[in-house]
């Protein structure tokens, strides 16, 4: 075998995209997961017919699976072409985190700087259709948070009004990226379409500070969606930042001079792993962690906000 298009229904037929994405959900002929990390999510998308895939959140795309892998891999399409041919087409699984992690890096530098080039552009969320959109959540927030207003925030070809907050490393408070949420053009929702919320730079480490770090001392509390960390300080807690999905939460890292940790897990069984996994490590260095669920399954912390149970 030598042919992109006989490697490419080799790999279909062993159904290696499943393999290499465990945390990806099947919707119809596509599989749905948050990025080439394999994060739970649903910003990439891979055709399960023909294995074209496409990024949402970052705007990477290719026409097979051999093209996919190599991004995963960080190795040209040659050498993926090699790796998924003959007798190895049964054999390759799903790679190393911390290769992909170090395979992923060499694009992050372009995506932050657009990223950086959107927040630059963003205005003010006073009076917008953010500023409206997070009333409707039940939520207030503070002129100095990282969030903004695009009127015209790019997503693929095309452009919707958005709120943007803007992503910094959880350890160095380096920017990183934004995080994008499409909103309807009156701000009384998010977009009509899937998904309506990406992350475009670099999502590993990343975090929304809600509490800039002159507020945090010993303690802090983190939660997975920006929503629900503006929720968790409505009702009275602070200093809080968002992690911005379950793989935030599982792998934010511990963090010098922070001796106590809480974690506001969504009440799902997503929410709840990532809330045990992230604690045991905190906990094996010799840091407190606490994890508060909201009381209702299948809920979180908005869901309380809004409906008014703890």
């Keep these: 075998m030598n042919s992109f298009h006989d490697a490419n229904i080799a790999a279909l037929s062993a159904g290696l995209a499943s393999q290499w994405f465990p945390n990806a959900r099947l919707y119809g002929q596509s599989l749905r997961v948050g990025n080439l990390a394999g994060d739970k999510g649903e910003s990439l998308w891979i055709c399960r017919r023909t294995g074209a895939w496409k990024d949402h959140a970052t705007g990477e795309g290719g026409s097979d699976l051999i093209s996919l892998y190599a991004a995963m891999r960080g190795i040209g399409q040659g050498e993926a072409l090699k790796a ?3 007798a190895e087409v049964q054999t390759i699984h799903s790679p190393p985190a911390e290769r992909i992690k170090k395979a992923t890096a060499p694009d992050d530098t372009a ?5 950086l080039h959107l927040w630059a552009q963003s205005q003010n969320i006073a009076e917008t259709p953010a500023a409206r959109y997070l009333r409707s959540r039940g939520l207030t927030y503070a002129p100095d948070m990282p969030l903004k207003y695009h009127p015209a925030c790019p997503r693929g070809k095309e452009k919707y009004p958005a709120m943007l907050a803007l992503m910094t490393d959880a350890e160095t408070n380096k920017p ?15 977009a009509d379409f ?13 975090v929304i500070r809600l509490t800039p770090d002159v507020e945090v001392t010993c303690g802090l509390g983190i ?62 260095a010799g840091r407190e962690v606490t994890i508060r669920t909201p009381s209702k399954s299948g809920t979180d912390w908005n869901d309380t906000v809004l409906g008014g149970t703890p």
């Design 84 to 86: 998924l041919s003959g």
């Design 223 to 284: 939660v997975e969606g920006i929503e629900n960390g503006l929720s968790i300080l409505c009702i009275g807690w602070s200093p809080v930042w968002a992690a911005l999905s379950s793989g935030g939460i599982a792998h934010f890292p511990v963090l010098s001079g922070i001796e106590s940790l809480t974690i506001f897990a969504d009440h799902d069984k997503a929410g709840q792993d990532a809330a045990k996994k992230c604690a045991r490590r905190w906990t094996r």
């Design 111 to 115: 995506k932050i700087s657009f990223a």
């Design 194 to 206: 899937k998904p309506n919320k990406m992350m475009l730079g670099r999502a590993a480490n990343a």
């Design 176 to 190: 990183c990226g934004v995080h994008r949420t499409f909103l309807s053009p009156d701000g009384t929702g998010k």
